[in-house]
């Protein structure tokens, strides 16, 4: 997109509030958690820095130390739920990448090729796609076991569908296209036609996708987390904390599961948001 | 018609098939579990026999080949941990998960239909607009965070209703159901709140977008042209024509509400399968684990199948090919 692109895109994209909120909620979280390091009054990893005396603290609410009280483990809650928005983030936008990537690429050859190739991977997407993605990341997680890398793997192998199913769509209307075969006929190869052709007019959808699928991921990592099946404890994400502060609710300390709840329910909606808009805007289909 | 059910029913096992090998090929890889089964101080030679004696020894294909004649005969090996049959544990608890999720589908149904039909017939109202900003809500809190504040408000906080659980429950047809008696009520409410919410809002954002698309047709004015009320209009005609989406969500949702009961389950103690699997998996129980995953795959092939069934009363202008 050139300059003006650019611009128009945002003069329309401005027009709503709640787009407009949702990009700076999401804005505002993604920096907050790339500079925990910097602005968390405690490391919640360094096991050094915690006493086990300053355990279940009721939030101060006033800034500093303990502004939001401690877990069980006398960790200050504040610096663990910016450590764990990281955590959850980092999964959560890696996981997206690796998946549109390679689903876009499984759809590109799906709808390019046809025939065989098309049917096997479409058949695979379709039996995979009867089945929750919750499911199948559980089986996953519950025999792996936990780790950062091998649940963002997980999350990958249960999204790859959605991108492969829209690539393939699209895929199948370009295929038809002059540019397609004025390429063939320049003699072009066909892995050369798709990536340096197909693909770039194929992008536009699995960005939309891309961006409201980051929720979801955000959102399944956190209940595997939850349920034991994510990261590590040693690198809390925000559904470890949740979990972590379940064990304790029923004595009283409420804290630390509905808070570091609430960063996880702003970061979702914020993306949820920002996609909403995006979809808006960038679907040609409203554009007529 | 004949044709179509039979094709479909093939298809059907061959994608039971497909799930089985995949499953069991991945349990194969995930190791032994013969160390865990006895105590460390066990010998080299009880090792063996304990491995003979589960067919452990033996390859690949031969185990599969095994597996699968037992689990045609219904068999699907014994549970480590209850040391009862995987298969028999499960069944019992099928219908505490169905209630679960049968009450929470029809809450979410009850609630989001009117609540999506008015909020595509008065976009502008104040209620419309709180009903979509609620249903934005809804789609982004975390299931199990939802639950955690239900918990928090209503059992830690007001101690109006029980947090654990699944109460009293009377036999109905041999089934134990909890809805019949009052402690079992209460004890549903909770469960079924957490879960109905996202499914509340997925219904109602569906339900809105579909009556506006459908509300701009020519025999939406052709209708209020012929002097119809405007009632009648929307929610006899238009709702006729958004209905195939929605029994699709709701058929497709009903799955996913029985995967989701893993989490539900998990906070509640509620007695179902969900919670079974996840005590299953913590306590390495592989053959309650793969048994399972093989009767939620039979459910969802059939709950698949059932959808595109409905399908054809509603619009006959689908033809099953």
Known sequence: MNLSGWREFWEEFRESKSGIFGAALTLLLILVALFAPLISPQNPYDLTQLFLEDSNL????????????????????????????????????????ISAIFGTLMGLLAGYMGGKTDAIIMRIADIQLSFPAILIALVIMSLWGQGLFKIIIAISVVTWVFYARTARGSTLSEREKDYVDSARAAGMTSSAIMLREVLPNIVAPIIVIGTVRVANSIILESTLSFLGLGVPITEPSLGSLIYEGYQVLFSGFWWSSVLPGLALMGIVLGVNLLGDRLRDVLNPRLKR | MLGYLLRRILQSIVVLLCVSVVVFFIMYLSGDPVEMLLPPEATQQEVEDLRSYLGLDKPFHI????????????????????????????????????????CAILLSLII?????????????????????????????????????????????????????????????????????????????????????????????????????????QDFIKFLKAKGLSANKVVYVHALKNILIPIVTITGMQLGHVI?????????????????????????????????????????FVFLNFLVDVVYTFLDPRIRLK
């Open chain 2, 112 to 216: 989001g239909l009117p609540a999506g039909m008015y909020a595509a017939v008065k976009p502008e109202s104040w209620l419309a607009r709180n009903i979509m900003s609620g249903s934005l809500l809804g789609i982004s809190l975390p299931v199990f965070w939802l639950g955690i504040i239900l918990v928090l408000v209503f059992s830690v906080i007001l101690g109006w209703l029980p947090s654990s659980g699944r109460g009293q429950t009377e036999a109905v047809f041999g089934i134990r159901l909890g809805l019949l008696t009052l402690d079992g009520l209460k004890h549903l409410i909770l469960p079924a709140l957490t879960i109905a919410v996202f499914h509340l809002a997925l219904i109602v954002r569906l339900v809105r977008s579909g009556m506006q698309e459908v509300l701009l």
């Open chain 2, 259 to 299: 995967a989701f009961a893993v989490v539900t389950e998990s906070i509640f103690a509620w007695p179902g399968m969900g919670k079974l699997v996840i005590d299953s998996i913590h306590g390495l129980d592989r053959p309650v684990v793969l048994a399972y995953l093989l009767i939620i795959s039979l459910m």
């Open chain 2, 63 to 102: 185990q599969y080949l095994t597996f699968l004649k037992n689990a045609l005969h219904g068999d699907l090996g014994k549970s480590f941990v209850f040391n009862k049959p995987a298969l028999s544990l499960i069944v019992e608890r099928i219908p505490a998960t169905m209630e679960l999720a049968v």
């Open chain 1, 58 to 97: 009721a939030p101060k609410w006033t800034l500093g130390k303990f502004m939001l009280g401690s877990d069980g483990q006398g960790r200050d809650l504040y610096s663990a739920i910016l450590y764990g928005l990281r955590v959850s983030l980092y999964v959560g936008l890696s996981s997206t990448a």
